[in-house]
């Protein structure tokens, strides 16, 4: 349970980071990542005893794009794996919940993964509705071209790609 919620906390400061950065992309905002997990260790709601680390880790690389690259972080996610996935599979099994557990795992596996389900998902949606897909560089061909936005045509039926009118 404690490398559960350990890994969950990691997680979700990485992505408050994550949201950070995107914020200060828009906004055109100066950010001192640094600075900030200072603040927040400081006195804030939030404080916790490894915002050092990632104050660590953004003064030792202030472009770091997310947390999970650092190696601190890397390794205490490393190490807390196999106890985060034995909680979420027991509490499963037992009828628990663990929606922050569980999503955060969901996050770091979809991250860390350059491939998942999503790809399959990503055929149904348009063989359904005409959502479109990307190809893949390594399964492009002369009628599948690599990067663009393509539907195909699954049942030989319909053909307009508009999802409102295509009809499966």
Same mark, same amino acid.
């Given at each position: 349970?404690?490398?559960?919620?350990?890994?969950?906390?990691?997680?979700?400061?990485?992505?408050?980071?994550?949201?950070i950065?995107?914020?200060?992309?828009t906004?055109?905002?100066?950010?001192?990542?640094?600075?900030?997990?200072?603040?927040? !260790?400081?006195?804030c709601?939030? !404080?916790?005893v490894?915002?050092?680390?990632?104050?660590?880790?953004?003064?030792?690389?202030?472009?770091?794009?997310?947390?999970?690259?650092n190696?601190?972080?890397?390794?205490?996610?490393?190490?807390?794996?196999?106890?985060?996935?034995?909680?979420?599979?027991?509490?499963a099994?037992?009828g628990? #919940?663990? #929606?922050?557990?569980?999503?955060?795992l969901?996050?770091?596996?979809?991250?860390?993964?350059?491939?998942? #389900?999503?790809n399959?998902?990503?055929a149904?949606?348009?063989?359904?509705?005409?959502?479109?897909?990307?190809?893949? #560089?390594?399964?492009?061909?002369?009628?599948?071209?690599?990067?663009?936005?393509?539907?195909?045509?699954?049942?030989?039926?319909?053909?307009?790609?508009?999802?409102?009118?295509?009809?499966?």
């Amino acid at each position: 349970l404690e490398q559960a919620l350990y890994a969950s906390k990691i997680i979700s400061y990485a992505q408050g980071f994550m949201l950070i950065r995107e914020a200060g992309k828009t906004y055109g905002w100066k950010l001192n990542n640094p600075a900030i997990a200072l603040m927040w !260790r400081g006195g804030c709601i939030i !404080r916790s005893v490894f915002l050092a680390e990632i104050t660590k880790a953004y003064r030792e690389n202030p472009e770091l794009e997310n947390l999970l690259f650092n190696n601190f972080f890397t390794e205490a996610i490393t190490k807390a794996q196999q106890g985060w996935r034995r909680t979420i599979g027991l509490a499963a099994t037992w009828g628990i #919940p663990t #929606p922050a557990f569980s999503t955060a795992l969901g996050f770091y596996d979809g991250y860390r993964s350059e491939r998942l #389900p999503a790809n399959l998902l990503q055929a149904q949606r348009d063989y359904f509705g005409a959502h479109t897909f990307k190809v893949l #560089p390594e399964c492009a061909d002369d009628h599948l071209p690599a990067g663009q936005d393509i539907h195909i045509n699954w049942t030989g039926k319909g053909g307009n790609v508009s999802a409102s009118t295509y009809q499966a």
